[in-house]
């Protein structure tokens, strides 16, 4: 999968949609910037706890958002693993095959 590409596709359809539906589409952002903004607890650790969220609901798009924003704020490959391990965990084989696949997001991602 190139990774870079559906999320620029999917980014694409959030925004049309949000000019379909304004008021979601910027009650959505607010939600977003406001739950990883920097608080008590670090972007980083919010974008991996999103991204093992992500995992164990077994969001594609969701992994490949995370795991960029991890990277953006620091996140390591080892730390990108941890949290995929925190997920099977929680969710089982299910989120052992959505780990693999954040972890391929990190390697194309990373660049």
Not at 44 to 55: C, D, S, Y
Not at 73 to 91: F, P
Request: negative net charge; charged residues 20%.
């Amino acid at each position: 999968m190139d990774w870079s590409k559906e999320l620029e596709g999917v980014q694409s359809a959030m925004m049309a949609f949000g000019q379909g539906s304004p008021a979601v589409g910027e009650g959505f952002t607010a939600l977003h910037h406001a739950a990883t903004a920097e608080g008590a607890i670090p972007v980083k650790h919010k974008e991996l706890q999103a991204l093992a969220i992500g995992i164990t609901k077994q969001c594609i798009n969701c992994i490949g958002f995370h795991v960029k924003a991890s990277i953006d704020a620091g996140a390591t490959r080892e730390e990108i693993a941890e949290t995929v391990g925190v997920a099977i965990l929680m969710g089982g084989g299910p989120s052992f095959m959505y780990g693999i696949k954040a972890l391929e997001a990190y390697d194309a991602l990373k660049g």
